[in-house]
């Protein structure tokens, strides 16, 4: 009987034959079990034959405490962070599920068979078949997962290669348990038992956690990727308590010893002692799954959404609105395109229904009405976001300390802003209008086959999806990569380009141009290089997309074609159905664009949070009170710091400016003078101790009060690229232009100002590298004389001065320093001698205290500094004098030997006008000149001389004694304030 099963003989299944495009269940089981034992055989045999070859690991891949030998295994976690061991743990026990719910199928429909006592001599043999190669296919899938919990970081490829398989093979085990259901066949041998609601439970479940592990590979992968390669994991090395890292956003400890071929190698060597876990630093712990990157990204919700603008509100509404009127657009013109054919294949002159065509393509597509509107009301929407952004970046990487400045390349930082901007914002308008609607419309469009012919379309645009998503999404992590490598490697470049720029005048200097442009160039070509790669990897996925695409367009038009050739549907549905179905895919086509962009626009978004992460050492207590500054007296108390913790910079250090004193600050390099300078500004909080200004502790009042009452004149000024009169307006942004030029004028720089072309509104350069170093010193002292702090700090303030020029500036600085609290560093100790108070500086400790003529009655560390100089200046003026005395005697020797020639030509010119011999006279005096011009020094050696060579005897005089007494005062001047070693 054609409906029986089985037989007196027993047989292994009924043919395999289609009803309504359903297949037996026998040869769908069948073809599942065998797909899966297949795919085991082939790539687990690879995967088990890389694992025989896969070296052992050593002792030095895992985290030892430190004192233990190198053999005893405290810990057997890898040093490479993977996923968390409790999430493995998860995904073991969901892959169990899923076998004991296979197997549960198989033993379901046996025991189906049973109950209906359809079977009369035995199980059919397919169902006995079927669940031995699943149980195979399983047991080895489940041994190949539980090894690389136990070997890798994550899941390899293959494994998740098996989740993406068993994934699409529910689908179609799905599909053909809902035809048993909604379309069942009474004459169908398997019918009354198909249609088990607790069979179709089973399925569901198995579905949805087959689901549940194609997305946790998806998500974790990308996650596991994001971490190690964007932050630092592959490449780092460690050595005790410091770490190498060859990626850019981790610090490089100099002191290191470490072989460059260390460097190279991701392992630890066996001779590196006591390395420490990754998994211990909280700066490299893992990601807490996806909520960590969505509670980041929280903080860009204020600027994405206009809350305080009711205008922006409503554009966003309207943009919405919009949205989905194309959606309906995208539903009612293949429709309409059906009205158009039946009506010609009718004879009619359908000219409304062309009108309404033509109407819909008018509003449909990219360049339609709606698109248009939609994207020229959503202008200012975009404005907001990149302008409330970019204002929140600039103004959180100004509150950052001074530590994080310290430690980052210019460019590099405005690159990661720049891009992190612009990423947001274009994954705004992707996800809003590209991704949303394209899966809006592939749902409607799902729905829609399903309902207007049957389920059979429906799902072949369902699995052309899903085949598409998935594959997109494989591939797309598969090059994440490159593009993450693409990303470090542009940074890299720009950051040569700006620090090159930014150095020129050192460039300039050393001659490096050559050099400068060799890292230019070998930088770009690392970049061409990575990228080039990464657009191979693109050319690879778009292939791939287009096959994908393609082969679902292929089987939907065949299937359409063959029903319309069996009267089942009509060349409308056709039309209906082509125009459907090319309007969905092209949007698909560019929906793996979406999702690249999307996932380009997270990796340049990656730092730019971790930036916003980023929290300033310094910040105002919540209820900081401001700063009320009448005397201006300083007090350190018991002041202690440290930059890092191994080497205090500063030891109990204690002491106080009175209201209008003046303090100095002296010592070897290193001993912590521009750290005390720095901690009164509040760049760093001190560890022990406090600082008090007028009486009132500084880390308990805004930070911007303490700043507007401290005047400082450093060192190594560093002007904004715009005019003069703007740099020296810095120090008091409303004052007027009389104002400006008064504190230009009393720090001697107004003439200076006026002689050039443009005067005050004269460009300095980037840098102020237009100005010379005096110039760019005066700059700076008055813009503190405009600014008028009650505290004035003078860090080396004349130091780039020269020596005519230091004695007016000291003068200046004298005066404006009258009735204000001063504080000095000074390496010139002839520029203190003035103080009220001199504070000797060495290893972070007070060691020396007093005026200057305490201090060199106490014969200590300052009498020796002060003899030091001493002794040098003596040196450099006797050397002074002898170059003096030198040229003197130079210049006394010309003149001798100027005088005996002329009157050797006197003489003889009387000879010879006596003799008559004037030709004689007259070629002698060409002979001479010729002599002294071709080579004076040869002719005074002989002794003989001209008028000619006694005026450059003189000239040379006059010029090397001058330059003697230049030389001779600016090297004594120079003796004065050397610099203490």
């Known amino acids: 009987m054609v409906n029986t099963i089985i037989s007196e003989q027993p047989r292994f299944c009924p043919p395999i034959i289609e009803h309504n495009g359903r297949i037996t269940s026998c040869g769908l089981h069948t073809l599942i079990a065998s797909i899966l034992l297949i795919y085991m055989v082939v790539f687990g045999s690879i995967r088990w034959a890389y694992l025989r070859k896969k070296p052992k690991r050593d002792n030095s891949y895992f985290i030892h405490d430190e004192g233990e030998d190198d053999q005893e295994i405290n810990h057997t976690r890898p040093k490479y962070i993977g996923y968390p061991d409790s999430l493995k743990s998860i995904v073991n026990t969901i892959h169990v599920l899923v076998g004991i719910l296979a197997i549960l199928n198989v033993l379901h429909i046996m025991f189906i068979f049973a109950e209906k006592e359809r079977v009369e001599t035995s199980i059919p043999s397919y169902l006995i078949t079927t669940a031995l190669l699943r149980l195979v296919a399983w047991i080895s899938n489940y041994s190949f997962l539980v090894c690389e919990r136990n070997e890798d970081r994550r899941w390899s490829y293959f494994t998740q290669g098996y989740w993406y398989l068993a994934f699409i093979i529910s689908n179609f085990e799905l599909y053909n348990r809902l035809i048993y259901i909604t379309n069942p066949r009474g004459d169908d041998d398997q019918s009354d038992w198909a249609q088990s609601w607790t069979l179709m439970s089973i399925y569901l479940i198995q579905y949805v956690i087959n689901l549940v592990l194609v997305l946790c590979a998806v998500t974790l992968t990308f996650l596991w990727r994001r971490s190690n390669e964007a932050r630092g994991y592959t490449g780092l090395h460690f050595h005790s308590n410091n770490y190498i890292s060859v990626d850019d956003d981790t610090t490089i400890n100099e002191d290191i010893d470490t072989p460059s071929a260390d460097v190279e190698s991701p392992l630890l060597t066996p001779k590196l002692q006591n390395p420490i876990s990754m998994a211990d630093d909280p700066k490299y712990a893992p ?179 899903s085949l598409y998503l998935v594959s997109t999404i494989i591939m797309t992590e598969w090059r994440t990569k490159y593009r993450r490598l693409t990303n470090l490697l542009d940074n890299a470049m720009e950051g040569k380009a700006v620090d090159s720029l930014l150095n020129y005048e050192t460039v300039k200097l050393y001659a490096a141009e050559p050099f400068e442009v060799k890292q230019y160039s070998d930088a770009i070509r ?23 695409i393609q082969l679902g367009l292929l089987a939907g038009c065949l299937l359409c074609a063959s029903r319309v050739r069996r ?56 209820h900081a009170e401001s700063l009320n500054v009448q005397k201006g007296e300083v007090v350190f108390d018991n002041v202690s710091f440290h930059y890092d913790p191994r080497v205090p910079t500063l030891r109990n250090i204690s002491f106080t400016i009175p209201s209008g004193s003046t303090v100095a600050l002296v010592g070897p390099s290193g001993g912590g003078k521009s750290t005390i300078l720095r901690l009164l500004f509040r760049f760093y909080d001190v560890q022990g101790g406090r600082i008090l200004v007028d009486g009132q502790d500084i880390r308990h009042v805004r930070q911007r009060d303490l700043r507007s009452c401290i005047g400082i004149v450093p060192q190594d000024t560093v002007l904004f690229n715009d005019t003069i009169r703007y740099n020296i307006r810095y120090g008091k942004i409303g004052a007027t232009d009389k104002q400006v030029e008064e504190a230009a004028e009393a720090a001697q720089i107004h003439d200076i100002i006026l002689g050039f072309p443009e005067g005050y509104d004269t460009k300095v350069g980037e840098r ?81 205290r007093g005026s200057h003529l305490e201090l060199m009655h106490k014969e200590g560390v300052y009498h020796k500094l002060w003899n030091k100089q001493l ?54 005096i ?45 090297e004594g001047e120079e003796i004065e304030v050397d610099e203490v070693q």
């Open 567 to 622: 009267g089942e549907m009509s060349v409308g549905d056709f039309i209906m159905y082509l125009t459907y179905i090319i309007q969905l895919y092209g949007p698909l086509n560019w929906f793996g664009n979406y999702y690249r962009v999307i996932q380009k626009n997270f990796v340049d978004m990656e730092k730019m949070l971790d930036l916003l992460q980023e929290l300033p050492e310094v910040k105002d207590l919540p």
């Open 926 to 970: 060409a002979e001479q000149h010729d002599n002294v011009i071709a080579s004076p020094s040869t002719t005074l050696r002989r002794g003989s001389s001209s008028f000619v060579e006694e005026e450059g005897a003189d000239g040379d005089d006059e010029r090397q004694t001058t330059t003697a007494h230049e030389s001779s005062d600016d």
């Open 287 to 465: 990601p807490k799954k996806i909520g960590e990157f969505l509670s980041k990204s929280k903080k860009l919700l204020p600027f994405l959404w206009p809350s305080h603008d009711i205008k922006l509100q409503t554009l966003i509404l309207i943009c919405i609105l919009l949205l989905f009127a194309g959606r309906i657009v995208n539903v009612l013109l293949p429709y309409q395109n059906k009205v158009l054919v039946e009506g010609l294949k009718r004879g009619d002159f359908v000219w409304k229904e062309i009108l309404f065509f033509v109407g819909l393509r008018f509003l449909q597509g990219n360049v339609g009405l709606l698109s248009t509107l939609q994207n020229f009301l959503w202008i200012p929407v975009g404005q907001f976001t990149t302008r409330e952004i970019s204002v929140k970046m600039f103004e959180h990487l100004l509150n950052l300390s001074l530590r994080f400045h310290l430690n980052r390349k210019t460019g590099e930082i405005l690159r990661v802003q720049d891009r992190g901007v612009s990423s947001i914002v274009s994954i705004l308008s992707s996800v809003l209008f590209d991704v949303i609607p394209t899966l809006v419309d592939i749902a409607i469009a799902v729905v829609y086959f399903t309902y207007a012919f049957d389920i059979f379309f429906g799902m072949i645009v369902f699995m052309t999806m």
């Open 871 to 924: 002794k040098h200046h003596e040196k450099m003026k006797r050397d002074a004098e002898n170059k003096r005395l030198a040229a003197s005697a130079s210049t006394t020797a010309t003149s001798v030997a100027a005088t005996a020639g002329v009157n050797n030509i006197v003489n003889k010119f009387k000879r010879e006008e006596e003799e008559g011999e004037e030709s004689s006279l007259n070629l002698s």
């Open 526 to 548: 690392s970049y061409q290089l990575a990228d080039q790669k990464s657009n191979v990897t693109l050319y690879i996925l778009n292939t791939t997309q287009n096959v994908v």
């Open 768 to 848: 102020g590298l237009r100005l010379s170093g005096g110039e760019k010193q005066r700059v700076a002292i008055a813009r503190t004389l405009l600014k008028n702090p009650q505290i004035v700090l003078l860090d080396e303030a004349t130091s780039a001065l020269d020596t005519r020029t230091e004695r007016h500036i000291q003068k200046s600085l004298r005066r404006m320093t009258v009735n204000r609290t001063t504080l000095i560093i000074a390496h010139r100790l002839s520029t203190i001698v003035h103080a009220d108070q001199i504070l000797v500086l060495q290893g972070g400790e007070i060691v020396e």
